[in-house]
């Protein structure tokens, strides 16, 4: 367990070292093959890698059209006044991080910065409602209503059971497998917590399972980051 702790954590750490390679040299127009680019050679330095099969839903576009339910619009070229993100899984040692990050070309709108900032709020809510040992169905009722969201468990592969929430239909369909199983999160495993909420963005961090809750691994900026442009 504490070996692929370690590897979960280099991971990580790898993971938000790449994405913020990114953020340095972001610009308007940059291609998802240039972001692929970037992380690459950044996760290399750590020894971590992609997946083999590489995602095709990652980097995107948020726009109205796009597909629920980050309202995404995949690998197009990045634009101004449309937020944008990354959600990648790597991995180190055969052990997986998944995380996922906004951004936003100039001063970021206030009711998407807001809106924003109360989905944060509501992640913490959500990890403050997780103990050890307790069911899947009893973690889902004790979290009060609000954006949907995503509970899983990640290490050996990127999503493993048992899951909790209802951000998409399979989702839920997990979740209820997880519940006649009889499956509960354990001390020292590690899962994610996402939330997507569409024109206002998402997030995902990674937590590992202690004796009395959960405990956030992730540590960079959690909140929509701001790239400067040239007006």
């Given at each position: 367990m504490?070996?692929?702790?370690?590897?979960?954590?280099?991971?990580?750490?790898?993971?938000?070292?790449?994405?913020?390679?990114?953020?340095?040299?972001?610009?308007?127009?940059?291609?998802?093959?240039?972001?692929?680019?970037?992380?690459?050679?950044?996760?290399?330095?750590?020894?971590?890698?992609?997946?083999?099969?590489?995602?095709?839903s990652t980097p995107f576009v948020v726009a109205a059209d796009g597909l629920a339910p980050k309202l995404r619009i995949n690998r197009v070229p990045l634009e101004r006044v449309k937020l944008w993100a990354m959600d990648t899984s790597v991995h180190v040692d055969g052990?997986?991080?998944?995380?996922?990050?906004?951004?936003?070309?100039?001063?970021?709108?206030?009711?998407?910065?807001?809106?924003?900032n109360r989905l944060l709020a509501r992640q913490e809510l959500i990890a403050h409602a997780i103990r050890p040992g307790m069911g899947m169905d009893e973690i889902y009722k004790v979290i009060p209503p609000g954006p949907r969201f995503e509970i899983h468990r990640i290490g050996s592969e990127p999503h493993l059971m048992p899951f909790c929430g209802d951000v998409i239909p399979a989702v839920t369909e997990k979740m209820d497998q997880s519940v006649a199983q009889g499956l509960v999160y354990e001390t020292g495993q590690v899962i994610c917590i996402?939330?997507?909420?569409?024109?206002?963005?998402?997030?995902?961090?990674?937590?590992?399972?202690?004796?009395?809750?959960?405990?956030?691994?992730?540590?960079?900026q959690r909140c929509v980051r701001e790239i400067k442009v040239d007006d």
């Open positions: 504490q070996s692929e702790l370690k590897s979960i954590q280099t991971a990580v750490t790898a993971l938000e070292d790449a994405y913020e390679a990114v953020f340095e040299v972001a610009h308007i127009g940059m291609t998802a093959d240039q972001i692929d680019a970037v992380i690459e050679q950044r996760l290399a330095s750590h020894g971590a890698k992609l997946p083999e099969k590489r995602a095709t052990c997986w991080a998944d995380l996922g990050r906004y951004a936003w070309f100039g001063s970021l709108p206030q009711h998407i910065g807001e809106a924003h996402e939330l997507w909420a569409g024109m206002v963005g998402g997030i995902e961090d990674m937590y590992r399972v202690e004796v009395d809750g959960v405990a956030r691994i992730s540590s960079s």
